[in-house]
């Protein structure tokens, strides 16, 4: 009996450890396989080709007048809010604002961007788009005296900001977009 006992006790010992191997061996390898493979800081990126750099220089100015409007629009209805300034002075301001990202969007349809920025080109387009139209709900407080309409402008102007912040991390990696 006692080596009938010790066979089976040897057979479950190494059915034990074969499961144990598999589940080391399966896990080691699931692990490594779904485990995104790290980005070395601070790799460096591909420079612009001739045409991405121009693209990107004809494009600056533009980015600096939006980012500054987006900026005064924002504060502006930050100001309003803590009555700072008056609605007269939020007017002009988010008037100034839209008037700035009507002429943006003029100048950014005439760009012709490198084929390989179609997408940065087209973000940036509809981040301008949606600045205009968080500077037009905004303008609604003129018209209703509602200041509700300060805060639906403001996810408009949120994503706005973001969809700039990525364009312009590809095009001026670096470069801050505030708001």
Same mark, same amino acid.
């Given at each position: 009996?006692?080596?009938?006992?010790?066979?089976?006790?040897?057979?479950?010992?190494?059915?034990?450890?074969?499961?144990?191997?598999?589940?080391?061996?399966?896990?080691?390898?699931?692990?490594?396989?779904?485990?995104?493979?790290?980005?070395?800081?601070?790799?460096?990126?591909?420079?612009?080709?001739?045409?991405?750099?121009?693209?990107?220089? +004809? #494009?600056? &100015?533009?980015? =600096?007048?939006? %980012? !500054?409007? *987006?900026?005064?629009?924002?504060?502006?209805? /930050?100001?309003?809010?803590?009555?700072?300034?008056?609605?007269?002075?939020?007017?002009?301001?988010?008037?100034?604002?839209?008037?700035?990202?009507?002429?943006?969007?003029?100048?950014?349809? +005439? #760009?012709? &961007?490198?084929? =390989?920025?179609? %997408? !940065?080109? *087209?973000?940036?387009?509809?981040?301008?788009? /949606?600045?205009?139209?968080?500077?037009?709900?905004?303008?609604?407080?003129?018209?209703?005296?509602?200041?509700?309409?300060?805060?639906?402008?403001?996810?408009?102007?949120?994503?706005?900001?973001?969809?700039?912040?990525?364009?312009?991390?590809?095009?001026?990696?670096?470069?801050?977009?505030?708001?």
């Amino acid at each position: 009996m006692t080596r009938r006992r010790a066979v089976l006790g040897g057979v479950v010992v190494l059915g034990l450890g074969g499961v144990l191997a598999f589940a080391i061996v399966h896990e080691a390898t699931v692990s490594r396989a779904a485990a995104p493979r790290p980005v070395p800081p601070g790799a460096p990126r591909p420079a612009l080709t001739a045409a991405e750099e121009a693209y990107a220089a +004809a #494009l600056w &100015p533009i980015h =600096s007048e939006v %980012k !500054v409007s *987006a900026l005064r629009m924002t504060f502006g209805g /930050l100001s309003y809010k803590m009555k700072e300034i008056d609605r007269a002075t939020l007017r002009a301001r988010v008037e100034a604002a839209r008037q700035t990202y009507h002429k943006a969007a003029l100048r950014i349809r +005439a #760009l012709q &961007p490198p084929p =390989s920025l179609e %997408k !940065v080109h *087209a973000e940036y387009a509809e981040a301008v788009h /949606l600045y205009e139209q968080s500077a037009a709900e905004m303008g609604k407080v003129f018209k209703d005296g509602r200041d509700d309409h300060l805060l639906a402008a403001y996810p408009l102007s949120r994503e706005a900001g973001e969809k700039m912040l990525r364009a312009g991390d590809v095009l001026w990696p670096g470069e801050y977009v505030p708001n």
